[in-house]
């Protein structure tokens, strides 16, 4: 049963710390999302990617996150420096093109 | 841009009843809609999705929607809800050629009681 999976799924760090978290996409997919969710903002797009380039990042911070795909079975999202506004639970999905995503269990990041 | 409004936050329905969970959505053409299912503590499952044609969907876990243009709404219905149905529920919707940038409402949380 093919599914996204994302690691860590719960992450508590200090203030100022790096926080890496990855996501493998389902295989033979193409287009890879991480999105953002919280109480105040539900759930909001982070980044997407097709075909491991970067097509919009618009709704990143850009000064303290990153997104990469080093190869098309991972893609990483990075924080550096965390705050305490950055807890929420972020999600990684998959597509093939031009359809529906497959999300993956998500990452509950918490930042004291 | 597009948006999509999700008017009730939470609403509670007996098991076996009926149940329509309301979404409206703003986009100058057709959007493509989705609606998903989230767990607690899981990812977003995909119940169903409108592309073009049928405007009545039918879904996984006897779930349908159907789109009225002239409301701008996607409403999700289910005919006799079961306990384990209780969950929150998103609609979402993107613009026509893809699975890009999907806007989702803020969902709607359904108890539901014996």
């Known amino acids: 049963d093919a599914r996204v999976t994302q690691t860590p799924r719960h992450k508590v760090t200090e203030m100022g710390q790096e926080v890496t978290m990855r996501c493998q996409p389902i295989?033979?997919?193409?287009?890879v999302f991480w999105y953002r969710q919280t109480m105040m903002q539900g759930l909001e797009l982070l980044a997407y990617f097709r075909n491991r380039a970067p097509l919009d990042d618009s709704g990143m911070p850009k000064d303290r996150f990153s997104a990469e795909m080093p190869d098309a079975t991972l893609a990483t999202l990075k924080i550096q420096p965390s705050e305490p506004r950055d807890s929420a639970v972020y999600f990684c999905?998959?597509?093939?093109?031009?359809?529906?995503?497959?999300f993956g269990q998500g990452t509950r990041l918490t930042v004291v | 841009a597009q948006s999509v409004t999700q008017p009730d936050i939470h609403i509670t329905v007996s098991e076996g009843a009926s149940l329509e969970l309301r979404c409206n959505y703003s986009?100058?053409?057709?959007?493509?809609l989705f609606w998903y299912v989230q767990s607690p503590g899981q990812g977003l499952q995909l119940l169903l999705k409108y592309f073009s044609g049928d405007t009545l969907v039918q879904g996984i876990k006897g779930f349908e929607a159907e789109f009225k243009r002239s409301q701008s709404s996607f409403n999700l219905r289910k005919p006799s809800v079961h306990w384990s149905d209780a969950a929150e529920y998103f609609c979402a919707v993107a613009p026509g050629g893809g699975y890009q940038k999907v806007t989702f409402g803020t969902g709607t949380k359904l108890q539901v009681i014996p």
């Open positions: 295989l033979g997919h193409n287009t």
């Open positions: 999905a998959s597509a093939p093109l031009n359809t529906e995503a497959f």
């Open positions: 986009y100058g053409a057709t959007p493509y």
